[in-house]
Structures are given as C-alpha cells and as structure tokens.
C-alpha cells in the first residue's frame, strides 16, 4: 500500500470563546464629578487652550496637557501596535506620557490615577483606514502601560448621539459643541495673527508677545457666559494691538501647506512646526485653518446623506438619511455664522492677516477629474482641488502626509504626480511626518522655499 493512503485529514480542534467586545471602563457619574480631574489636549495647543473656558464654566477640574511633542511618538509606539499612523502614536503617545507623569508628580499608585483622572481628546473615525480604531488604540497602550480601568471620553466628528451614559458628569451636548468650535475657530484667528506678523514684523519678539497676550485676553473673555457679547469685543481690542505692530513693506514667496489633518495643522512637533519653520526662513505661509476641515467634515457627511435619501430602500432609511442631511446642515449654518461674525470683529486685514475659507464645492468640481469627490477618508479630494486651485498663485505648495497613513499616500504620492504633471509651473513638494527625521525632512523644505525666492526674484 502507499504509504500516503493511510494519512487522515483531521480537522482543527479549537474551542470557540466568547467574542471580544474590547476594552471596557466604568462610566463617570455626577456624584463624582468633583473628585475627578479631566486631562486633555487636541491636536495643538491653542485649541486646548481655549477650550479651558468650557470646563471653567461648567465647573470640572481640569488639567490641559498641550502641545503634542517628539517624546510622544516614542510612547505610542512603546506601547502601540505595530504600523499605526502617526497621529495615532502622537496621541496615544501623549496620554501614556501624562499618566507616567502624574505618578511621578503626586506619587499616586496606578489603581488611584485610574479612580481621580479621565482623558478627554479627539479621535474617532478618520476614514476607512483607521475606521473606529482610535478610542480602542488608546485603551490599549493605556492598559497595556498597566492603568487597567482608566477611562476616556472621546469625540469625534461624526458624534451624532452622545455615547455618554444617562447620569454621567460629563456630556458632548450642544454646549460642548457650540465650546469646541468657538475654541477651534479662536485658535484659527491666533494662528491668522502668527501668519501674517511672524514673518513681517520688524520686531518678531513683540510680535509673539501680543499674540500671547491677546490669547490671555480672548481666553478671559470666553470664560464669560455673556461670551456672545464679550467676545467679540475682544477681538476687536485684540485686531487693534496686531495693527499697532510695525510690519516690514516687502513681498516674501507665498507658500500652502495642506495634507492629513493632524500632519496639517498640529502647529507643534506632530508636524515639525512647519509653518513656523517656513516663516523664520522668510517666507509667508498661508493659514491651515481647523474651521476649514470642520465645514469639509459636514460636508462630506452631506453628501452621504444626499445619496443615502436617493439610494434608500425604504422610508425608515430615507428619514434616517434627511434627518442627517437637516442636522448637516444646521451645523454648517452655526459654523458659518460664528466664523463669518467674528471674523468682522477680529478684521485680519487691518493688520495683513489672510482667512481664507475655499468654498467645498467649487473644490470638489476642480478635483473631481482627478480624485472623485466622494471618495472620503483622511482629507479626500481637498489637497488635489487645492493643488489645482492655488497651482497659478502660489510659489510654494507642500503636502504634509502622516508617516503610515493610507488616504494621504494615494493622495500625496499617487494622485498628486498628475497633478505635476498637468501644472509643471507648481513648486511641490511632499513630505512624511513621522515624529522623528526632523533635520532631513526640514532640509527637502529648504530647498523648495530656495526654489521659491528664485522664482519671486526671477518676477520682480
Ligand atoms: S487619515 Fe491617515 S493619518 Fe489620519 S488618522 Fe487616518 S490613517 Fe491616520
């Protein structure tokens, strides 16, 4: 007989368990509000730091952790899964850090950093690459760093119901929301007042100075719970002291920086203080507005409400989808309302400041040839758009992709060598954030701002 015949298939023996539902924690009740204090941060510290007047007016004990720095990265990946993204790491990075921190600081054992602190942060659904993985990636390097139980609460743009427990100390109602887009838009005018001074004023030291100080002052005013009132005042006192500034007459080379969100406009390390960097070369570097990506992200969920309603196959769907479609647009009409309202009282242009807001829908018709616009994840078709939009005006053009980001690398390194392609006179540039690799990714900047100043002395 062969000796092959007398083998016998058997199939695996394995015992099915239950599934795994993820991570797990307790829920933050009233009772305790006050015995809790609430760590945040979101992606750059200006936003963070307005949105301080949110837990001053409501009472929470609170402690801002700030900016996102290098050390950051090398915690998430300590303790993160393999080939995450690197806003991913930055952040999950961060909270670890600040837990480690804090025992250091008060001596407290893991088990009473997980009973008297919360994280509270962005992260939620990117796209269909990191769909949904954020909130669980932080419970994971955060058990895995030993603070079992620690509990976080977390938004993201597509919080439609609050996930919060009936009962809870802490909600994402509509004052949260209304807090958190006033914070982003605040943060978006200092970041306009840094743009327009930091490279043209003669002296850049009083120049960070008032934009400190007025920080201070809108903060104040924020805290307020008359803060409709008292901050535009402000911003009126506030565009006042920026025009005071004496401002260099000279024309620098104009340079946009778009790309992945995070990479875009962490104003920090997540993205080597990029435009910074740019200004302090002598260059402009046109604003990265938050704002921009909030009305992108109503947006786009607009558009799955629209085909939702004409592809629904019954009417429980078909009201599903309008009654997403109407809270779409309510949201983009306050949005608009406060940008458009304070912007008058902030007045950018008395002194130099751009505050651009490219219309989505002008933008998804100059993309649409190349990248479809309802294609979403990470910023969809907006950096192609923006390539062909500023391609004639602008001497300087950088996407800023995140090191391991699917969306970003079909857009940066695949879609985009069209683009080049098509408009040669662009000066573009991509780069990959990756928390490390500074003097080397800083040095590629260089050379495309090198580039630039030519291409501005070559006209003048
Ligand atoms: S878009 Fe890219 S970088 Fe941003 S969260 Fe998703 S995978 Fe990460």
């Not at 407290?108 to 997980?114: C, G, L, Q, R, Y």
């Not at 100080?213 to 008292?230: D, G, H, N, V, Y």
């Not at 938050?290 to 992108?296: E, G």
């Amino acid at each position: 007989m062969d000796k092959t015949e007398s083998i016998t298939l058997q199939s695996p023996k394995f015992v099915k368990g239950s599934q795994w539902e993820g991570y797990g924690y307790l829920p933050w009740f009233k009772k305790d509000k006050k015995k809790v204090t609430i760590l945040f941060n979101f992606v750059e510290r200006r936003k963070s730091y307005f949105l301080r007047a949110h837990f001053d007016r409501y009472g929470y004990i609170y402690r801002d952790l700030g900016d996102h720095v290098y050390e950051d990265v090398r915690w998430g990946k300590e303790y993160g899964n393999r080939m995450e993204c690197s806003p991913m790491y930055f952040t999950s990075g961060s909270i670890i850090k600040n837990l480690f921190k804090l025992q250091d600081e008060t001596g407290f054992s893991k088990e009473d950093i997980v009973k008297k602190y919360i994280f509270l942060g962005g992260g939620g659904q990117c796209g269909p690459c990191r769909y949904g993985m954020y909130p669980q990636e932080y419970l994971k390097v955060i058990n895995d760093a030993g603070f079992r139980g620690f509990r976080i609460l977390i938004f993201s743009s597509d919080i439609v119901q609050d996930p919060q427990p009936k009962g809870s100390a802490f909600t994402f109602g509509l004052p949260f929301k209304i807090d958190i887009l006033c914070a982003i838009i605040l943060a978006d005018f200092m970041h306009i007042a840094e743009c327009a001074l930091r490279p043209y004023a003669k002296d850049k030291q009083q120049a960070l100075a008032a934009i400190e100080k007025a920080e201070a002052i809108l903060l104040q005013a924020f805290r307020s719970p008359f803060f409709l009132i008292t901050v535009p005042q402000a911003l009126k006192k506030v565009s006042l002291m920026f025009a005071s500034i004496e401002r260099h007459d000279k024309k620098l080379p104009k340079i946009f920086v778009t790309g992945e969100f995070f990479a875009n406009l962490a104003h920090n390390e997540g993205n080597y203080n990029l435009r910074r960097f740019i200004m302090d070369e002598g260059c402009e570097v046109l604003p990265g507005l938050f704002t921009q990506r909030v009305l992108y992200d109503n947006w786009r969920r607009s558009c799955e409400a629209k085909r939702g309603i004409r592809f629904s196959s019954s009417i429980k769907e078909r009201s599903f989808y309008r009654s997403s479609l109407r809270k779409q647009n309510v949201s983009t009409t306050i949005v608009k309302w406060f940008w458009k309202n304070w912007l008058k009282s902030f007045n950018p242009a008395a002194f130099g400041g751009h505050a651009d807001i490219l219309d989505l829908d002008y933008l998804a018709e100059c993309g649409r040839p190349y990248y479809h616009p309802e294609i979403f994840g990470g910023e969809g078709n907006i950096e192609i758009a923006e390539a062909v939009h500023y391609a004639d005006t602008i001497d300087g053009f950088i996407s800023s992709k995140p090191f391991g980001c699917m969306p970003s690398s079909g857009v940066s390194d695949g879609v985009q060598a069209k683009i080049m392609s098509l408009y040669p006179q662009l000066n573009f540039l991509s780069i990959e954030t990756t928390g490390d690799n500074e003097v080397s990714i800083l040095s590629r900047v260089s050379m495309l701002l090198f580039k630039a100043k030519q291409n501005v002395n070559r006209k003048n």
